[in-house]
């Protein structure tokens, strides 16, 4: 049987495939540069006109004091009842500081933690989360035989100093490049002094990302150190603390811990086990020793008044929420990011009702929900403009770090985990509103990223990104 294949000639069309595959191979790169260019611009362009028409918007000249950021209800003198500024160097909310000498006063009378005194009796210093300043700076004062003023600027200053030493000293240790050196010196002092500048519990929320993240990226090529799951164990009691003090400040680093060390293809599964486990009991242990601290508060407060209701330790989320759609002006969430906006609202919906407390939260969450039904544009141009706030934030704190990785064909664990945590840093900015003092955990850890990211040890580290992970960025 004779075949009807004919010979095939090798070698003559070699030279011509070889140059079209090179031709495609650059059309593919330049696609895929282009590609992610528009990509850039449909994701940062779309929020603006919802942006630049809420910064359109003329404010209405009116006497009084602003009740909040973008707010254009005014109170009247009579109806603020706070005395004057707190006496500290750096910045600290009036009502923070009010519920501080309480509990400075409370806790010399009493000798129990968190315990306060309003003039005629003990009472919980604190009705949210945010109780580690009670707890810390009234210790720090009668230690130390310092005013509680003094005491509060030592808590503060001493914390971001301290973490911005530690971080530096961790990028130090981890970075190659002498010049990136430098560049992290300069990020971090200044960021460090704009943090001051704002001031308050707010600064911890950047102090641990500086603290912790930069340690977790120096022991990443260190994996069979011993200090590495005491030093997980560590990092895990950080992130308790900061909760303490600041609530859910520590979240943003918690994940990001997490994503690095699931993804990294370097780590054995025990490995991975021991240092997630090392990293959650450092965590709970704070829990647990916060906890012991709220219910020996209880206990007390029991003694001492029979009709004594311990109050809810979270977060009003659903006012948070709910003033947070005062953002972008409507008639239906008027005055701006105002809480007096939100008592309003639950007094005429429940009169009588306690501030703050689940059944407050419970009446602003079904109000949210049936604004968006009636009206969903108002979440969305709220959402649009601050996505917009949010996004030039995030270009100038990476600058040309995160243009290098948008860039970049290389797929790194690295970039999940710091994705994740500026991703978390940012809810703050979408529930509340995108002001600075709100995000400074996920500027931070964008400020760190961009550092990092040049870093040549950066790109290496991709190479033991799991298979599945790579996907189409790796060639």
């Not at 933690?113 to 309003?118: A, M, P, Q, T």
């Not at 003023?149 to 301290?162: P, S």
């Not at 912790?212 to 308790?240: C, D, K, Q, T, Y």
Request: hydrophobic share 50%; proline share 6%; with cysteine.
């Amino acid at each position: 049987m004779v075949s009807d294949r004919r010979p095939v000639r090798r070698g003559g069309n070699k030279a011509p495939l070889l140059e079209i595959k090179q031709l495609m191979d650059a059309l593919v790169v330049r696609l895929l540069r282009v590609g992610r260019l528009s990509l850039l611009f449909v994701v940062f362009a779309v929020p603006f006109p919802a942006l630049c028409a809420h910064a359109a918007q003329p404010v209405r000249p009116s006497r009084g004091t602003p009740c909040g950021h973008f707010s254009s209800y005014f109170l009247q003198p009579e109806e603020i009842s706070y005395p004057e500024p707190p006496p500290t160097r750096l910045t600290l909310m009036t009502p923070r500081w009010l519920a501080l000498q309480m509990s400075a006063t409370g806790y010399q009378k009493s000798g129990i933690h968190l315990v306060g005194w309003d003039g005629s009796g003990f009472v919980p210093t604190e009705v949210n989360d945010d109780s580690g300043l009670d707890y810390f700076v009234p210790i720090l004062s009668s230690t130390l035989h310092l005013t509680l003023a003094q005491a509060f600027d030592l808590f503060i200053a001493g914390t971001m100093t301290l973490c911005c030493a530690a971080g530096l000293v961790g990028l130090f240790l981890g970075l190659k490049s002498r010049w990136l050196k430098i560049w992290a010196l300069v990020e971090v002092l200044s960021l460090g002094a704009l943090w001051m500048w704002v001031g308050d519990v707010y600064v911890v929320q950047s102090a641990v990302v500086l603290l912790v993240i930069p340690w977790v990226l120096f022991f990443l090529n260190r994996e069979h150190s011993r200090w590495h799951v005491l030093f997980f164990l560590a990092a895990g009691v950080a992130l308790g603390l900061a909760n303490f003090v600041r609530a859910q400040a520590g979240l943003p680093v918690l994940l990001f811990a997490i994503c690095v060390v699931l993804l990294n293809g370097k780590y054995a599964a025990k490995r991975k086990v021991a240092l997630l486990t090392a990293l959650i009991v450092g965590t709970a242990a704070v829990v647990l020793f916060s906890r012991h601290a709220f219910t020996v508060r209880d206990a007390y407060l029991r003694e001492q008044r029979r009709d004594y209701v311990p109050a809810s330790r979270q977060h009003p989320l659903w006012h948070t929420v709910y003033i947070g759609l005062g953002f972008i002006s409507t008639p239906y969430v008027a005055g701006g990011y105002c809480d007096q906006v939100g008592f309003s609202e639950a007094q005429t919906i429940s009169p009588g009702i306690r501030l703050f407390s689940p059944d407050y939260d419970h009446v602003l969450k079904s109000e949210v929900y049936n604004l968006t039904k009636a009206h969903p544009y108002v979440l969305l141009t709220n959402l649009a403009a601050k996505l917009g706030v949010l996004q030039m934030m995030a270009l100038f704190a990476g600058n040309i770090g995160l243009l290098a990785a948008f860039l970049s064909r290389k797929l790194s664990f690295l970039d999940a985990g710091f994705f994740a945590a500026a991703a978390c840093g940012a809810i703050p900015g979408l529930l509340a509103i995108p002001v600075p003092k709100y995000l400074e955990g996920g500027i931070t850890v964008i400020v760190l990223y961009g550092v990092v990211r040049l870093d040549p040890s950066f790109e290496e580290n991709s190479a033991s990104v799991p298979q599945w992970l790579r996907g189409w960025a790796a060639k």
